[in-house]
């Protein structure tokens, strides 16, 4: 490993120098060649024994070449090993070429000099050969394995910043969004309001329904807020913005604006699912509301499963929505085709009858009946008819008029038509709401009403609108009292010139005053029964419009497709104005201005042709209280039309002095005792009585109906509950039956006492006629003074 210049003695240098040994001499072999021999030759110059050999790498001084490294190679002539360039690699000794270092795979690194390739670490990558070093994996990636030729992008939820060997997940309360490759943790986002984020949230959690949030940034479920009851919310709220079942949302515009929702209970007899809107809320079958702004809900007729409201949702226009088709208008009672009318009893709109063909029918039959009655009368007259066959038909109708006479049948059939009249008036003039049974049995006796229009036609049924029928009502009564009066003048003229060739005036008059009773009879049916159509125009029903600003429209009771204060309203106003004098405050003057000019006639007992010609006034009543019948008639017409006009908000102050009227009335007749049959008497007091036990009973059933129906201020009050507490019934038929039954009884004591009564009576000793078994009516004609009473015993002969 080392030379020298020669062997000479000349050229010979000392080993020693100056202060010691040359430890360099004889002189190495530089770096790249080798000594490794003796020879002469090989020593005595620098070039030693010659270049290193390739694959090896001899140092200086070097007598025995060294094995070239892995990662390097040793061309000839080598100094030292040589280093493979940086993205190559070599795991063998020994190279002697560049050329013979392998190219760093994918995901590894190789730098200078590698002998083999370095997997890239976690948070880096190589994604091509060669790679002196690996690439971090940039923001948005990362990579959490060695050797990865890439990186994966950050998921969802996290964010990776440069290197990242794993996504770091955004912090309670942000969110990254359904968005991946997030780069920093500025890039999470602040968890909205209604959500709620955990850690490492992709998409923000909703608030459950029920709960709402109203903070950002909310990192669980307990920054969710529970929704007070009864209000909640749908999924993600930032408010209670909804009701649960059985509540419904007031309008936004009647609460609270520091509440962002006020809930309330659903009215009775209707449906709140949840989210429910004052404008959706769902009636049941069989009822309707006005509005959607209404929170009353009103009960329609029901006949089994008929009835003319279908409920649902959907309000329409004015109500309309919940009726069936083919009704619209309150409770779905008007009907839309002109040829049906809406019949309580079916709960339906049915067709209407052929009402010309009924009313040519039923005047048919009145024409045929007086036709008949002046053939009978003409005939009775006639002088060709012989005296002994009209003695015999002069008998038999005097024993019939007798027999009638006997049991005071007049008398009696007007106190039954005034109860029944009176008793009819409580569901429309009163307002009360009467069971079905009680409808049911009281419809038998609807003969006793005297309605002419249920004969010929339904009044929906006439043409020209409810003024035009009202009009129509109200005239027919009063001209069949025209054509009477004006009738029997007639036949008595007529059967004057069948007598005779000469006409005086005589029979006119005559005519004229045998048409008094039976216009005052006519009168009397009809008065009560017209007066409560007149009155009727002021009977309205009112119908809530909007609960919150407590508002009501009102239509008619009996013409519920007129609403109250319209122009057509006003039109009908004005026709029951003109009836109004014609009935019920004519009718009364009418019943005076007949019994004044008969007045001291009929106290002295006279009977004188006008007497007679008015007997249906006063014949049942004592000379005194000649006058009754008016009274009488004031007092119906209290009871079934006046009191219409105290305002429908006061009914129940109506119906209270109803009641007053009635035993005011009933005490005054108990008093003066105005008929002259006892009997009578004790059957006014008997059937007052009971019609003071109806208003009695009528006023409970409105008590406890007002007390179901009360819109109570607590959700948790039950208005059947509170009528049960107060009143001790379970229902309103309760009242009615036990009305019924105690007016039956006292009716059934009533009868029983008046026949006790008649029966002793007929015992007394008194003078009774023997053909009515009455006491006598002593009138006195015009020509007469005294009444004589001859009494004859046969036997002995003696008066």
């Given at each position: 490993g080392?030379?020298?210049?020669?062997f000479?003695?000349?050229?010979?240098?000392?080993?020693?120098?100056?202060?010691?040994?040359?430890?360099?001499?004889?002189?190495?072999?530089?770096?790249?060649?080798?000594?490794?021999?003796?020879?002469?030759?090989?020593?005595s110059?620098?070039?030693?024994?010659?270049?290193c050999?390739?694959?090896?790498?001899c140092?200086?001084?070097?007598?025995v070449?060294?094995?070239?490294?892995?990662?390097?190679y040793c061309?000839?002539?080598?100094?030292?090993?040589?280093p493979?360039n940086?993205?190559?690699?070599s795991p063998?000794?020994?190279?002697?070429?560049?050329d013979?270092?392998?190219?760093?795979?994918?995901?590894?690194?190789?730098?200078?000099?590698?002998?083999?390739?370095?997997?890239?670490?976690?948070g880096?990558?190589?994604d091509?050969p060669?790679?002196?070093?690996?690439?971090a994996?940039?923001a948005g990636?990362?990579?959490?394995?060695?050797?990865?030729?890439?990186?994966?992008?950050?998921?969802?939820g996290?964010?990776?910043?440069?290197?990242?060997?794993?996504?770091?997940?955004?912090?309670?309360?942000?969110?990254?969004?359904?968005?991946?490759?997030?780069?920093?943790?500025?890039d999470?986002?602040?968890?909205p309001?209604?959500f709620?984020?955990?850690?490492?949230?992709?998409?923000?959690?909703?608030?459950?329904?029920?709960?709402?949030?109203?903070?950002?940034?909310?990192?669980?479920?307990?920054?969710?807020?529970?929704?007070?009851?009864?209000r909640?919310?749908i999924?993600?709220?930032?408010?209670?913005?909804?009701?649960?079942?059985?509540?419904?949302?007031?309008p936004?515009?009647?609460?609270?604006?520091?509440?962002?929702?006020?809930?309330?209970?659903?009215?009775?007899?209707?449906?709140?699912?949840?989210?429910?809107?004052?404008?959706?809320?769902?009636?049941?079958k069989g009822?309707?509301?006005?509005s959607?702004?209404s929170?009353d809900?009103?009960?329609?007729?029901?006949?089994?499963?008929?009835?003319?409201?279908?409920?649902?949702?959907d309000?329409?226009?004015?109500g309309?929505?919940?009726?069936?088709?083919?009704?619209?208008?309150?409770l779905?009672?008007?009907?839309?085709?002109?040829?049906?009318?809406?019949?309580q009893?079916?709960?339906?709109?049915?067709?209407c009858?052929?009402?010309?063909?009924?009313?040519?029918?039923?005047?048919?039959c009145?024409?045929?009946?007086?036709?008949?009655?002046m053939?009978?009368?003409?005939?009775f007259?006639?002088?060709?008819?012989?005296?002994r066959?009209?003695?015999?038909?002069?008998?038999?109708?005097?024993?019939?008029?007798?027999?009638?006479?006997?049991?005071?049948f007049?008398?009696?059939v007007k106190?039954?038509?005034?109860?029944?009249?009176?008793?009819?008036?409580?569901p429309?003039v009163?307002?009360?709401?009467?069971?079905d049974?009680?409808?049911?049995?009281?419809?038998w006796?609807?003969?006793?009403?005297?309605?002419?229009?249920?004969?010929?036609?339904?009044?929906?049924?006439?043409?020209?609108?409810?003024?035009?029928r009202?009009?129509i009502?109200?005239?027919?009564?009063f001209?069949?009292?025209?054509?009477?009066?004006?009738?029997?003048?007639?036949?008595s003229?007529?059967?004057?010139?069948?007598?005779?060739?000469?006409?005086?005036p005589?029979?006119?008059?005559?005519?004229?005053?045998?048409?008094?009773?039976?216009?005052?009879?006519?009168?009397?049916c009809?008065?009560?029964?017209?007066?409560?159509?007149?009155?009727?125009?002021?009977?309205c029903?009112?119908?809530?419009?909007?609960?919150?600003?407590?508002t009501?429209?009102?239509?008619?009771?009996e013409?519920?497709d007129?609403?109250?204060?319209?122009?057509?309203h006003?039109r009908?106003?004005?026709?029951?104005?003109?009836?109004?004098?014609?009935?019920?405050?004519?009718?009364?003057?009418?019943f005076?201005?007949?019994?004044?000019?008969v007045?001291?006639?009929?106290?002295?007992?006279?009977?004188?042709?006008?007497v007679?010609?008015v007997?249906?006034?006063?014949?049942?009543?004592?000379?005194?209280?000649?006058?009754?019948?008016?009274?009488?008639?004031?007092?119906?017409?209290?009871?079934?039309?006046?009191?219409?006009?105290?305002?429908?908000?006061?009914?129940?102050?109506?119906?209270?002095?109803?009641?007053?009227?009635?035993?005011?009335?009933?005490?005054f007749?108990?008093?003066?005792?105005?008929?002259?049959?006892?009997?009578?008497?004790?059957?006014?007091?008997?059937?007052?009585?009971?019609l003071?036990?109806?208003f009695?009973?009528?006023?409970?059933?409105?008590?406890y109906?007002?007390l179901v129906?009360?819109?109570?201020?607590?959700?948790?009050?039950?208005?059947?509950?509170?009528?049960?507490?107060?009143?001790?019934?379970?229902?309103?038929?309760?009242?009615?039956?036990?009305?019924?039954v105690?007016?039956?009884?006292?009716?059934?004591?009533?009868?029983?006492?008046?026949?006790?009564?008649?029966?002793?009576a007929?015992?007394?000793?008194?003078?009774?006629?023997?053909?009515?078994?009455?006491?006598?009516?002593?009138?006195?004609?015009?020509?007469?003074?005294?009444?004589?009473?001859?009494?004859?015993?046969?036997?002995?002969?003696?008066?």
């Open positions: 080392r030379w020298i210049e020669s000479g003695r000349v050229t010979a240098r000392p080993l020693s120098v100056e202060g010691g040994v040359d430890f360099d001499y004889p002189y190495p072999c530089s770096p790249g060649v080798i000594g490794s021999s003796y020879l002469v030759r090989e020593q110059t620098p070039a030693c024994s010659g270049s050999p390739a694959g090896f790498w140092g200086e001084a070097t007598s070449a060294n094995n070239c490294t892995p990662g390097n061309p000839s002539g080598s100094a030292a090993p040589v493979c940086a993205g190559r690699f063998f000794t020994d190279l002697t070429s560049e013979q270092c392998q190219d760093c795979p994918a995901g590894s690194f190789c730098p200078t000099g590698a002998p083999r390739p370095t997997p890239c670490s976690a880096s990558f190589a091509s060669n790679a002196a070093e690996c690439l994996c940039p990636t990362f990579q959490n394995e060695q050797g990865s030729v890439n990186c994966t992008t950050c998921p969802a996290s964010y990776c910043e440069e290197g990242s060997t794993s996504g770091t997940p955004c912090p309670p309360g942000t969110f990254s969004g359904d968005i991946d490759g997030l780069q920093s943790i500025n999470c986002k602040a968890c309001r209604g709620y984020c955990a850690r490492g949230t992709a998409v923000p959690l909703a608030c459950p329904a029920g709960r709402f949030g109203t903070a950002l940034n909310s990192s669980s479920l307990d920054f969710c807020v529970v929704c007070d009851s009864p909640t919310s999924d993600a709220a930032t408010e209670c913005t909804r009701c649960i079942a059985d509540y419904f949302a007031v936004s515009q009647y609460f609270n604006d520091s509440e962002p929702l006020e809930c309330r209970q659903c009215p009775a007899q209707t449906n709140c699912p949840l989210n429910t809107r004052v404008s959706n809320i769902t009636l049941r009822r309707w509301r006005l959607n702004y929170l809900v009103y009960d329609c007729e029901e006949k089994g499963d008929i009835t003319p409201c279908k409920g649902g949702s309000v329409g226009t004015d309309d929505g919940y009726c069936v088709e083919g009704h619209e208008g309150p779905c009672e008007v009907c839309v085709a002109s040829d049906k009318w809406f019949d009893r079916e709960a339906k709109c049915v067709n009858p052929k009402y010309k063909r009924n009313a040519a029918i039923f005047s048919a009145i024409f045929i009946a007086l036709v008949a009655f053939v009978c009368y003409i005939l007259t006639r002088n060709s008819l012989s005296t066959r009209k003695t015999k038909i002069e008998v038999y109708i005097q024993r019939a008029y007798f027999r009638i006479t006997r049991l005071n007049v008398p009696k106190l039954l038509i005034a109860f029944y009249q009176s008793v009819r008036t409580l429309d009163y307002d009360v709401t009467v069971p049974t009680y409808e049911n049995l009281s419809n006796f609807d003969w006793l009403d005297l309605d002419w229009t249920q004969v010929i036609a339904p009044g929906a049924c006439l043409e020209g609108g409810y003024a035009a009202l009009l009502r109200g005239l027919a009564p001209a069949a009292m025209v054509v009477v009066f004006l009738l029997y003048p007639s036949i003229l007529l059967i004057a010139k069948l007598k005779s060739e000469i006409v005086d005589t029979p006119v008059q005559t005519g004229f005053r045998q048409s008094l009773n039976l216009v005052a009879f006519i009168a009397f009809f008065v009560v029964s017209v007066s409560t159509s007149v009155f009727s125009a002021w009977s029903v009112a119908y809530t419009d909007n609960s919150f600003e407590d009501t429209r009102s239509f008619l009771r013409a519920p007129i609403e109250c204060g319209t122009s057509d006003d009908v106003k004005a026709v029951s104005y003109f009836l109004m004098v014609l009935w019920p405050i004519g009718m009364p003057l009418f005076i201005a007949l019994l004044v000019p007045s001291k006639d009929i106290k002295h007992g006279k009977a004188t042709p006008s007679r010609a007997a249906f006034l006063h014949r049942e009543y004592v000379g005194a209280l000649y006058f009754w019948e008016p009274i009488f008639l004031v007092q119906r017409l209290l009871i079934g039309g006046f009191l219409l006009l105290i305002p429908n908000d006061y009914s129940f102050i109506r119906i209270t002095v109803a009641l007053l009227v009635c035993i005011f009335y009933m005490v007749a108990m008093l003066l005792k105005p008929y002259k049959v006892p009997e009578i008497d004790l059957m006014s007091t008997g059937s007052h009585f009971a003071v036990c109806v009695i009973g009528a006023i409970a059933t409105k008590y109906e007002d129906n009360y819109n109570y201020r607590s959700p948790l009050e039950d208005g059947e509950d509170v009528a049960q507490d107060i009143t001790g019934f379970s229902s309103s038929d309760q009242i009615v039956a036990l009305m019924l105690f007016n039956f009884m006292v009716l059934l004591v009533f009868a029983c006492v008046t026949l006790y009564q008649s029966v002793t007929r015992s007394l000793p008194n003078v009774r006629l023997a053909t009515n078994k009455q006491l006598p009516e002593l009138a006195l004609r015009d020509s007469c003074v005294w009444h004589l009473f001859l009494s004859h015993i046969w036997s002995s002969g003696q008066d």
